[in-house]
Structure formats: C-alpha cells, structure tokens
C-alpha cells in the first residue's frame, strides 16, 4: 500500500466513485486502517460502502465571499484585475439587489466605486461572464484545483 503524503489534502470518493468531499491525510489514514476506504492514487481515496447524501445544488448554498473569488478566479469581472478586490452586486442593494450568486461577482475597488449604484446599462462596464452558481463546493473546489489526478472525477 502506497503511503498518503503528509500535509496533503485527499479527495473522497463515493463507492460510485463521484467526489463528495475533501479530507486531510490523518483522516484518510485512518479511514484506510478500517478498511472504510481504499486507496486510489497518492491523492484520492475511495469509500468502501456507499454514502447516500442529500441532493443539494450549488443555488441552495449561500454564497460566501472566499467561493465567488474562487468562482471568479481572483479576477475583477470588469476589467480582469488580480488587486485591491472586493465583491460587487451586479443590482445594487438600493435597487433591489440580493446576495445570490447571480448577483455577486468579484470587483476591483476602482470598478466598485466607478460603478457605484448603477445598473450595468446604465455604465459603460461590462461582465466578462455571466455570475451563476456552481453546481457544488467539491465541483468547485475540482475545477479550481490544480492537481491534475483530480480532474478526471470532474462529471459536470
């Protein structure tokens, strides 16, 4: 049996081999000592049993501040700026505007301020992609990953 890396964050898959979540190596360790999961790569465990869990889609999650930046890859959604960012609504709260995430979206402070209360048709800014929520944390979390063996168990 391969050894888990210290320090490294191990993905868990389902018996149906769908990803479910995130651990870090002392739990894996210990999930593979009780032959609970086996081991699939240095990364990726896979559970022995199948875990039924609850369908719940991205929409259902509220938005935090840390998933729209990572949604938004750290980039202003104007003008592709990577500092001094913040997060904007497309419609303002003064006009109505929620805290969903097809409202929110990543914003330099310049473009923030610039934008103000305005709606976008009445700017000349524009979105470089429509905000809209993604289909869980762990999709997410695998998309943004830039551990190559992950990628493979990406379904949607």
Known sequence: ?????????????NSSYEPIHFTNWKRAIVL?????????????????NYVKLPF??????????SMIYKRDDNECQYCGSKTNLTIDHV????????????NLVTCCASCN???????????????????????????????????AEWKE????
């Open 113 to 147: 301020s610039k934008k103000g209360n305005l709606l976008l048709k009445e700017t000349n800014m524009a979105l470089k992609k429509i905000p809209h929520a993604p289909f869980s944390k762990v999709v997410l979390d695998l998309q943004k990953s830039r551990v």
């Open 32 to 48: 593979l000592f009780k032959e609970k999961a086996k081991l699939i790569t240095k990364r990726i465990i896979r559970l022995v």
């Open 1 to 13: 049996m391969e050894i888990v890396e210290p320090h490294s964050t191990i993905l868990v898959l």
């Open 91 to 102: 419609i303002p709260r003064s006009r109505g505007g929620e805290d969903t995430w097809e």
């Open 56 to 65: 719940t889609h991205g929409k259902t999650d509220y938005p935090t501040r």
């Open 153 to 156: 168990y990406i379904f949607v």
